[in-house]
């Protein structure tokens, strides 16, 4: 292998950002809220999928009666032909729009993946919030045992800061306006008031998935023939009715919407750090798939894995599947790796530099908000303590003070627990291995930690202190 030139990565960068800035983007949402319609049919849009393909869907689609899912097996498929398993839990696929360039990390909605939800989101700089505005649908979404709350916190918690809500399949309500505000209402009560959610960082548009309206283009009678490829009888039959029913929005498309959000300031000078989702063997070495959390690699250079101290090289890599020679903080990676045998990288491990190794603990303390838990957390009560895609048994080993949510001052000193909406500072002690773990001063993406139990998420927070230190 050649090592080549080494590269200025940081100028490379610089000029990378000056043509377009990059933002990865997941989608979440109750299961059935139209997340994958959405998305396939947005993607068909933009001209990521050709005509072609999507006759082909519908003609598959339409053999088992169920035409409608044309769209959503854009995203599957994809998904299938990565067959090098990048996206084994999470399908990643990327599209431009006028001023950004984004990486799309396809969240499924089932209760039973929220794990690989988190893993998704959590490399995830801003989230599209599907919500099925159908009567009854949206109020099942929304209530206790739907996703619709805890996909929001979660992705709150996970660092997503800027969310656009697509209050979706407006087509089966008339496209009523008062319908999307009552949602528009209660969505924004929660998302500001509990999920801690800025008001001027929610979008809400009004839009269907299946019809393609408000998605890329502004509703013109035209544009709601073209934009559907589905022939199918619950498209609108009538186009000057969905306008004249639709006029009274004045809003922003959701390509639009999502066009116009922020990038985050991206940790390139910091130390490198890029946490692991996915390991599997290929041809030319081990290949590590992952997102690049701080600083930059190079083809050439080497990298340590935590834990374990292993070195290894990087042999070749690419971003958004094209080969390329370096990359920097915020890219969704996939390295092939040589000198290192495969058992000694998993799903969890960080690679960083010998120069500046990340901490590997099983103690730490934590500031954490309680959710909606039905048993109070008490001294020793188990969980499953969450870092990105990575889980680990554990302990709350010891509730060291609640804490006032808005002034950040202690309310009470050795609290006996923690109940409902809660704020506290805690110890945890993981039962098994160390984990790769930073405090959220050094690392907003390596230091924040979620607290599983029975399948439900019950605190989320962020790390300040490491208390003890392994290899
Ligand atoms: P996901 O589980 O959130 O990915 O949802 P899907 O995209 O699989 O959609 C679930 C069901 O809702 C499918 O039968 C879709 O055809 C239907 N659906 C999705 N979006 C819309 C929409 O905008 N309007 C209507 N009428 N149906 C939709």
Redesign the pocket.
């Known amino acids: 292998m050649k090592s080549g030139k080494r590269i200025d990565v940081i100028s490379e960068y610089q000029k990378r950002i000056a043509e377009k800035e990059s933002l990865n983007l997941v989608v979440i ?10 998305m ?1 049919h947005l993607l068909y849009l933009q001209g990521e999928v050709t005509e072609k393909t999507i006759r082909k869907h519908e003609r598959d689609a339409q053999k088992i009666g ?1 035409a ?2 044309a ?2 097996w854009v995203l599957d498929e994809t998904g299938e032909e990565r067959a090098r398993g990048i996206t084994m839990d999470v399908g990643v696929t990327k599209f431009e729009t006028e001023h950004r360039r984004f990486t799309l990390l396809d969240a ?3 209760r039973d993946f929220i794990p690989n939800m988190i893993s998704g989101t959590a490399q995830a700089d801003v989230a599209i919030l ?1 919500v ?1 505005a ?1 009567t009854g649908e949206f109020e099942s979404g929304f209530d206790a045992n739907g996703q619709t709350k805890e996909h929001a916190l979660l992705a709150r918690s996970l660092g997503v800061q800027q969310l656009v809500i697509a209050v ?5 309500v008339n496209w009523s306006e008062a319908r999307f505000l009552e949602i528009v209402q209660k969505l924004e009560q929660f998302l500001v008031k509990d999920a801690s959610f800025k008001k001027s960082n929610l979008v809400f548009v009004p ?5 393609g309206e408000n998605l890329v283009r502004r509703s013109t009678p035209g544009n709601i023939c073209n934009g559907s490829a589905v022939s199918d009888t ?1 498209v609108p039959e009538s186009v000057a009715a969905v306008l004249s029913t639709f006029s009274w929005y004045k809003g922003p498309t959701l390509i639009e919407s999502i066009d116009k959000l922020d990038t985050p300031m991206r940790p390139i000078e910091k130390p490198f750090r890029m946490s692991v989702t996915d390991v599997f063997k290929s041809a030319g070495g081990v290949s590590v798939a992952g997102r690049l959390e701080a600083g930059h690699i190079q083809v050439g250079e080497a990298v340590m894995v935590m834990p374990g101290s292993e070195m290894a090289v990087v042999k070749s890599m690419e971003v958004n599947h094209e080969a390329t020679r370096w990359a920097a903080a915020g890219d969704s990676v996939l390295l092939i790796l040589s000198g290192i045998d495969i058992l000694k990288v998993s799903n969890g491990s960080v690679l960083c530099t010998r120069e500046a190794p990340i901490p590997v603990t099983t103690h730490f303390a934590a500031q954490i908000v309680v959710f909606d838990v039905k048993i109070p957390i008490t001294v020793g009560f188990p969980v499953i303590v969450h870092r990105q895609s990575h889980n680990e048994p554990g302990v709350v080993s010891k509730l060291v003070a609640t804490i006032d949510k808005v002034t950040g001052e202690i309310v009470k000193k050795s609290p006996r627990h923690l109940g409902k909406n809660t704020t506290a500072m805690v110890e945890i002690k993981l039962s098994g291995r160390a984990i790769p773990l930073e405090a959220y001063k050094d690392s907003k993406e390596l230091g924040r930690v979620m607290l599983r139990k029975g399948g439900d998420t019950i605190a989320a927070g962020i790390v300040n202190k490491i208390l003890s230190f392994g290899s």
């Open positions: 949402g109750h299961v059935d809220a139209g997340k994958s319609t959405l396939g169920k409608s899912f769209f959503a499924p909605g089932h599907v099925d159908t979706n399949k407006l087509d089966v839009c269907s998935g299946f019809t619950s």
